[in-house]
């Protein structure tokens, strides 16, 4: 079956470790999208790609980075600049972010982070 | 700046009695807009949308929402909840921006059934 697959399901960071959450997607989606979910605050859009090796800022990406090297691929590192990263992480692919793609975004079940 | 308000928290509701989440936004023109619905440790999956044309819209699981345009509003609603919907529901719109569509959330509404 075709799906998106986050691990681990639970990571822990200690001060000033970086972290990398893990995203494979096998719909053969070209654009993929990492959110940021805070409980309150719904689900904020980190970073997004819509080719592969091509990827930009959405409306939190300070302190996270991304690489795109495959189709199926699309790791978030969260960086140790990232003060408060305590929260869920979901990873989403879609064919591409135009076109109300809203209706064809398939979501992860997600990362839960946590500082200790 | 565009957003997408949930006024609603935390609902409660009686198993079998009827549910209305509200979803008020801001923006110009119409934008698309949908229902996503999240269980606990788990990603969204899509309820409903509403492009165009009928104002009321039908989704999965027995979920309608409605469309007002004069008060931006698109409230979701089921006749007859069932245990099995608690969960945490989000509203968003999606509209142009920048070259790409974006899709904006409200901070969701989480569902409590009693028995």
């Known amino acids: 079956d075709g799906g998106i697959t986050q691990s681990p399901k639970y990571l822990f960071r200690k001060e000033g470790q970086n972290v990398t959450l893990s995203c494979e997607q096998n719909?053969?989606?070209?654009?993929m999208y990492w959110y940021r979910q805070d409980p309150g605050q719904g689900l904020r859009l980190i970073y997004y790609?819509?080719?592969?090796?091509?990827?930009q800022k959405g409306d939190i990406a300070e302190g996270y980075s991304v690489s795109r090297e495959k189709k199926e691929s699309f790791p978030l590192t969260v960086t140790s600049a990232q003060k408060n990263p305590t929260a869920f992480y979901l990873c989403a692919s879609s064919i591409g972010p135009t076109g109300a793609y809203g209706e064809k975004l398939f979501f992860g079940s997600g990362t839960q982070l946590s500082v200790l | 700046a565009q957003s997408v308000t949930q006024p609603d928290i935390h609902i409660t509701v009686s198993e079998g009695a009827s549910l209305e989440l509200r979803c008020n936004y801001s923006?110009?023109?119409?934008?698309?807009l949908f229902w996503y619905v999240q269980s606990p440790g788990q990603g969204l999956q899509l309820l409903l949308k509403?492009?165009?044309?009928?104002?009321l819209v039908q989704g999965i699981k027995g979920f309608e929402a409605e469309f007002k345009r004069s008060q931006s509003s698109f409230n979701l609603r089921k006749p007859s909840v069932h245990w099995s919907d608690a969960a945490e529901y989000f509203c968003a719109v999606e509209r142009p921006f920048d070259g790409y569509n974006k899709l904006i959330f409200g901070a969701g509404t989480r569902l409590a059934v009693h028995p």
């Open positions: 509403y492009f165009s044309g009928d104002t």
């Open positions: 719909l053969n989606h070209d654009a």
């Open positions: 923006y110009g023109a119409t934008p698309y």
């Open positions: 790609s819509q080719i592969v090796n091509d990827f």
